[in-house]
């Protein structure tokens, strides 16, 4: 680590032209991280710009720098995405540790001369950057990105480093991701990084209200449709899932990120070790999968749905109809009955 900080210390003493991005379908996580980084970098004296490869939900349009945010999916943003990726001296990849999370994204990155680097807490990284922050004990891409300014500036204190937009997104991500730190990835590290974090004086109330109670009438409504009609227990595998058609989700005019978190709601339900949600969109199936204990969803996600991500919480995908696909899944569940069953 000391060398790569070395390393970037000299890349960076002069101004570059730096392309962020991170996975579709960003989080919290994946958007306070890139954004605070960002915002890091652009005190340094570069030019920065980040990229999403696909929309993001609306209750985190208020972070700090997203107003400049490219979405590479929308056709009146390709073009310039692609030259400013042509025209980076640097990419840095946050919050995914597979180009393929890129969705068509990737190849662009891939295909790029400029070289890459990594900040990460996934398993399993590609090999695909020149510098690779990465520590699967982090439990948040946004814990990598405060520890990697404090290293980068030697220690100073906080309050030196950091100012409140950018310390707003750096909580931003680390308090979604340890589930506002009821998660078992809460470590003295997080707690720390979090009242340095909060010596700037920024107020954590807000970030949380704007996160989680700022959804417009009609999300609650599809929530309370989700819930009520389409959650199903399996008690014998300690199991529920719930499955979204491409249609339901017109119905209730759902935009990209309304859906996110509802897979959690499952873990609520009495004596159920594993949730999952099958979400049909754009001609595919993205699955979100939610565990307790000692019940590993990146297992099973990486051997039956092309997926990965963390013990805990992971994801895939199918390109199977969305039927197809739940069968697929139900068809597994005796093979883990036993592991469902004795998880504490």
């Keep these: 680590m000391n060398q790569i900080i070395e390393e970037l210390r000299s890349f960076l003493s002069q101004p570059q032209k730096i392309v962020i991005t991170t996975h579709r379908d960003p989080d919290a996580d994946a958007l306070g991280s890139s954004l605070g980084w960002a915002s890091y970098l652009l005190k340094k004296g570069h030019e920065v710009t980040v990229i999403s490869p696909t929309d993001y939900a609306a209750n985190l349009r208020w972070l700090s720098g997203m107003e400049h945010v490219l979405v590479y999916e929308k056709a009146s943003e390709q073009g310039k995405c692609k030259k400013k990726i042509e025209q980076a001296t640097l990419i840095c990849c946050l919050d995914f ?34 510098w690779m922050v990465w520590d699967t004990t982090a439990a948040a891409t946004a814990q990598l990105v405060y520890e990697l300014v404090k290293e980068m500036e030697g220690g100073l204190p906080a309050d030196q480093i950091f100012d409140i937009p950018m310390a707003e997104c750096l909580y931003a991500g680390i308090m979604t991701d340890t589930g506002s730190f009821r998660h078992g990835n809460v470590t003295p590290a997080v707690h720390l990084a979090v009242a340095d974090l909060m010596r700037t004086g920024f107020d954590s109330s807000r970030v949380h209200r704007l996160i989680y109670d ?94 990965g991500g963390h013990k805990n919480a992971s994801g895939g995908r199918s390109e199977q109809s969305v039927n197809e696909t739940v069968a697929r899944f139900l068809s597994i569940l005796p093979a883990y009955r036993e592991e469902l069953l004795s998880v504490d």
Excluded at 110 to 117: L, V
């Design 97 to 130: 540790s597979a180009l393929s999370r890129l969705k068509d994204l990737g190849k662009v990155v891939q295909d790029a001369a400029a070289p890459k680097m990594m900040i990460d807490h996934h398993l399993e990284p590609e090999h695909f950057a020149k």
């Design 214 to 307: 700022n959804a417009p009438l009609s999300r609650l409504q599809f929530l309370g449709y989700v819930l009520s009609q389409k959650l199903v227990v399996l008690p014998e595998y300690r199991t529920a899932y719930m499955v979204l058609t491409e249609a339901e989700l017109q119905k209730f005019n759902s935009a990209s990120g309304e859906t996110e978190g509802i897979v959690n709601y499952g873990l609520q339900v009495e004596n159920v070790v594993m949730s999952a949600m099958f979400i049909e969109r754009k001609g595919e199936v993205k699955i979100s999968f939610r565990s307790v204990g000692t019940f590993s969803v990146r297992d099973l996600a990486s051997a039956h749905f092309s997926g």
